[in-house]
């Protein structure tokens, strides 16, 4: 079909005024200093993300409002403010009586249920950081993430816990309590654990937060790298102003919202939009405990009379599929803004959203490492459909280019590639990776943060994703590393070598592919593909296994021993293979 290559908003498009009206004159007065403003900060100084979050709200006109609208399986359960505010009072008391303090590092494994969001809010009140890991990952990237971040509490549910954790528990040295949440609520009494439930209950519901500045650790997130261990993304508290400052720009959040983030907290849009953001703007949150299905999506939508959409290509892709029928069955009024983030959102997609829901969705970037939404399509203007849409206030982007002597430097003309780089500064930005200084200091060219990314920017200054300029994997949204689904396929007594790609997919976007080469005396066959299939989900779970494994005689190496896996994927996909002058000659 051909269609128009801009969406043109009207007056007509735009249920509410939008919190972004002029985007010259707001992103020329913007401050981030006017932005902390805004925020309460501590009653003696200081800051805190669960004061801003919660405690200004549950003193003041939001206390009986609903925070998170949680729709599990068979029950519904509503948190108010006020009651948010007693249960993570609690649950930082149990910290404290654990004898977990400030800065220590707490680990959580377990689905979208209300105790994961008490123990995030809770953690930040005692000044403890916290570690989400995502509930489908297997004991390997567990036991790696934990050990790195030198966690010191994991709280989890019992099922995940006796799948998951208790096999590996004494390779996790640094761990002291392990807390569980039984399966309905129920009480645990699994050895070398404690019942989350119990100490709850036995905690008061009062509690000092402790004294945080904007410079503490609050989130430390684990993300993929082409090479080595995943990197710890440490953030702070002060990153709450870039949460607040999109949650109304980007997301366009108003008092009155029901909003629903679709993402998982063991990954960063969970927690920054999934947790943090809505309540900043005293929003009630739809959190769905359950995983995707069509019908119950639509249903949610409608039934919840949802009104801000935050959601997932891949997610709108399996929609799509599902057919307009199903989401045409209902009627969703009070829907008036669709956001999307994670991966390449189809401009097909954009158009969806548009015909079938009567709004287009509105891409926006970012990652792991920049804590918030740094490029947007927001709801007054118009969109591009295929472009991510432009930086938002407070945000300096560019393209950027090296030259001979390795120099970097923004390019001026429109429609050039280059890597994306933001200007460092603003208060989300990563202050480091835990324990990694030289890997932190490669991600900067003097003032610029360098996202790894490449995109080009056209002449009205809308951004335009092009690709990733290393290897990592984008699969349903999740950044998988190479190198980790490597080493756990190497950990296979008949695997010699093993290289890791993406393969593009029409659905989730990339899959895992994985190419080895055994050792002498094993055969290729079908049936230990299958078993290497098999070992790799064992060890690593189902988002990050790979889904297909070929076998090669030999992989393509550089001369310096290095695994070309551009290489394997140009040959893969039929491409042309580019530059081989380093592939070793066997
Ligand atoms: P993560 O750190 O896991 O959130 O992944 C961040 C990466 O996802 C980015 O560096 C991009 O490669 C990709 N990404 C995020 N948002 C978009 C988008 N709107 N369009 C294309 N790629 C995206």
């Known amino acids: 079909m051909n269609r128009p290559t801009v969406i043109c908003k009207t007056a007509a498009d735009l249920r509410l005024p939008p919190n972004l009206i002029d985007y010259a004159a707001t992103r020329a007065v913007f401050s981030w200093e006017a932005v902390r403003a805004e925020l309460a900060g501590l009653p003696g100084g200081g800051l805190n993300i669960a004061h801003e979050t919660v405690e200004r709200h549950a003193q003041g006109a939001c206390r009986d ?104 528990r004494s390779q996790l040295p640094t761990l002291r309590h392990v807390l569980l949440v039984g399966e309905d609520g129920q009480a645990t009494s699994v050895p070398g654990t404690l019942d989350l439930v119990t100490l709850m209950a036995q ?94 999506w639509y249903r949610i939508l ?61 891409d926006n970037w970012w990652q792991t490492e920049t804590g918030g939404i740094m490029i947007a399509n927001t709801p007054a203007f118009d969109i591009k459909p295929g472009s991510m849409g432009r930086p938002l206030p407070g945000i300096e982007a560019a393209i950027v280019k090296k030259d001979e002597e390795g120099k970097v430097s923004p390019v001026d003309t429109a429609d050039t590639e280059g890597e994306l780089a933001l200007k460092r500064g603003w208060p989300s930005m990563l202050r480091g990776y835990l324990h990694n200084e030289e890997r932190y200091g490669k991600c900067f060219a003097g003032d610029w943060y360098l996202t790894g990314d490449l995109a080009k920017r056209d002449a009205d200054g809308y951004y335009w994703f092009v690709g990733r300029a290393d290897d990592v994997i984008k699969s349903a949204g999740h950044l998988i590393g190479p190198f980790e689904v490597e080493s756990a396929l190497m950990e296979h007594p008949a695997v010699a070598e093993a290289g890791v790609i993406g393969k593009p997919d029409e659905m989730v976007g990339e899959v895992v592919k994985a190419f080895v080469s055994l050792k002498k005396g094993f055969e290729a066959s079908d049936a230990l593909r299958l078993e290497l299939l098999g070992h790799a989900r064992k060890k690593l779970g189902a988002a990050v296994a790979p889904k297909e494994i070929d076998f090669l005689p030999a992989l393509p190496r550089t001369r310096s021993g290095k695994i070309m896996r551009r290489l394997l994927k140009a040959r893969e996909l039929g491409l042309p293979e580019g530059d081989t002058s380093t592939l070793e000659s066997s």
């Open 203 to 296: 905690a008061s519901d009062d509690f000092d937060i402790v004294p945080t500045g904007p410079e503490d650790l609050s989130l430390l997130h684990f993300t993929s790298g082409t090479t080595g261990t995943p990197k710890g993304a440490m953030h702070v508290h002060g990153a709450v102003a870039t949460h607040w400052a999109t949650g109304k720009y980007a997301l366009d959040l108003h008092a009155d919202d029901i909003y629903w983030c679709t993402a998982d907290p063991g990954w960063v849009t969970g927690t920054s939009y999934g947790i943090i953001a809505p309540l900043l703007h005293g929003v009630t949150s739809i959190v769905d405990e359950a995983d995707f299905d069509a019908e119950r």
């Open 65 to 168: 409002k609903i925070a998170f609208r949680f729709l599990g399986v068979k029950t519904t359960r509503d948190i108010r403010y006020g009651e948010l505010s007693r249960l993570t009072n609690r649950f930082a008391n149990v910290l404290k009586s654990l004898g977990i303090g400030k800065g220590e590092r707490l680990f959580l494994l377990s689905g979208r249920i209300p105790e994961l969001y008490v123990t995030v809010l809770g953690s930040f009140k005692n000044g403890t950081a916290v570690s989400p890991l995502f509930s489908a990952f297997g004991p390997e990237p567990i036991a790696t993430r934990i050990n790195l971040g030198e966690g010191a509490v994991l709280v989890t549910t019992e099922l995940l816990y006796e799948r998951k954790v208790a096999k590996i």
């Open 302 to 362: 409608a039934e919840e009379k949802v009104s801000v959409w935050y959601t997932a290509p891949t997610a709108i892709r399996m929609l799509m599929k599902a057919g307009a029928e199903i989401a045409k069955k209902r009627s969703y009024p009070n829907l008036r803004f669709i956001a999307s983030v994670g991966e390449p959102l189809n401009p097909e997609a954009v158009w969806w959203g548009k015909e079938v829901l009567g709004l287009p969705i509105h």
